[in-house]
């Protein structure tokens, strides 16, 4: 307990850093128990359940895309924005990982109305 104890101030300042709600902490009247939430962070995108959201591991690959990415682009220019020559890799490295966790998505699947 007292290694996540000292880890609670560290959460915190980074959970603020990158803009994430604060979380909620709710106990009971004797404060013998106690839950702690925390809430998406605003810019999360859907296609995830909130029990796949909870098990879901991104990658580091899945992050350094997301954080390559500016707006829409194609499969090359998110390839080319992270300098990988190999287009296998990138897309099962990266691209699959990230459909499958649904934060992008892929325009060829969308439809119109």
């Given at each position: 307990m007292?290694?996540?104890a000292a880890a609670g101030p560290e959460i915190l300042k980074v959970m603020a850093a990158d803009g994430?709600?604060?979380?909620l902490f709710e106990s009971d009247d004797d404060r013998l128990s106690f839950v702690i939430?925390?809430?998406?962070?605003p810019l999360a995108m859907g296609g995830i359940?909130?029990?796949?959201r909870a098990t879901a591991e991104v990658t580091g690959e899945v992050e350094r895309l997301l954080r390559a990415m500016d707006g829409e682009m194609s499969r090359r220019?998110?390839?080319e924005a992270l300098a990988l020559k190999h287009e296998d890799h990138?897309?099962?490295a990266y691209l699959k990982p990230a459909l499958t966790l649904g934060v992008i998505a892929d325009p060829a699947r969308q439809t119109t109305q």
């Open positions: 007292t290694v996540a994430s709600p604060a979380p939430r925390l809430p998406s962070h359940t909130p029990t796949d220019q998110i390839q990138f897309r099962n």
